[in-house]
Nanobody, 126 residues
């Protein structure tokens, strides 16, 4: 399973680091995507990092320049750093995993991923 954490309330312009910790399997062999879902909206993909050796992370336009994904192999965790948070970043954030996948055309399709966490809430307001 994967478990997200690190969400919370933050003022516009602030930063958060979300964590996606895996148990029972080695995250390095999995592609990890981050999705978010705001109230009343569809779940949308915001980033994807390929399984081991698959290259750098890819970001949706909404996150380019503000989102950074990193892996910590020792902790079996993937992080999503979000800077310069905006009110419209308010959403539940989910990580999802798929074995051996390299981020490509289907990287933001929910059906691509077999393993999902329960989400962590990010609220941006003043």
């Amino acid at each position: 399973q994967v478990v997200e954490s690190g969400g919370g309330w933050v003022q516009p312009g602030g930063s958060l680091r979300l964590s996606c910790a895996a148990s029972g399997f080695n995250l390095e062999y999995y592609a990890i995507a981050w999705f978010r879902q705001a109230p009343g909206k569809e779940r949308e993909g915001v980033s994807c990092i390929s399984s081991r050796g698959g290259g750098p992370a890819t970001y949706a336009d909404s996150g380019k320049g503000r989102f950074t994904v990193t892996r910590d192999s020792a902790k079996n965790t993937v992080y999503l750093q979000i800077n310069d948070l905006r009110v419209d970043d308010t959403a539940a954030y989910f990580c999802a995993a798929d074995l051996g996948y390299s981020c490509s055309a289907s990287m933001f399709a929910r059906r691509q991923y077999d393993i999902w966490g329960q989400g962590t809430q990010v609220t941006v307001s003043s």
